[in-house]
Nanobody
Framework: QVQLVESGGGLVQAGGSLRLSCTASGSISSINAMGWHRQAPGKQRELVARITSGSSTYYADSVKGRFTISRDNAKNTVSLQMNSLKPEDTAVYYC??????????????WGQGTQVTVSS
């Protein structure tokens, strides 16, 4: 009943920038937190950044100082501004949201993923 739609992935050279966006829609009462995970070939999925309903943020050490997460609560949208990209940032990036539904139950949702490729 809730869908997360991502956009903004692509191919960039090292040092470049990309901005990812994710919008949640469906039977939503509120969203506790939204974040971005990534998974590179042969590696486990890892948390990149997360932002809560109170706008507190978390960043993985590998992206601190380079990535910025933000949200628009009215639009149920989260964005990830990625600057100074490195080849090791290459991965499929997934949007994630903890959603309180109209039925007053919490559920965890995932987007379909968007590819980010950084060339050296």
């Amino acid at each position: 009943q809730v869908q997360l739609v991502e956009s903004g992935g692509g191919l960039v050279q090292a040092g470049g920038s990309l901005r990812l966006s994710c919008t949640a829609s469906g039977s939503i009462s509120s969203i506790n937190a939204m974040g971005w995970h990534r998974q590179a070939p042969g590696k486990q999925r890892e948390l990149v950044a997360r932002i809560t309903s109170g706008s507190s943020t978390y960043y993985a050490d590998s992206v601190k100082g380079r990535f910025t997460i933000s949200r628009d609560n009215a639009k149920n949208t989260v964005s990830l501004q990625m600057n100074s990209l490195k080849p090791e940032d290459t991965a499929v990036y997934y949007c994630n949201a903890l959603v309180l539904g109209i039925d007053r139950l919490y559920r965890d949702y995932w987007g379909q993923g968007t590819q980010v490729t950084v060339s050296s």
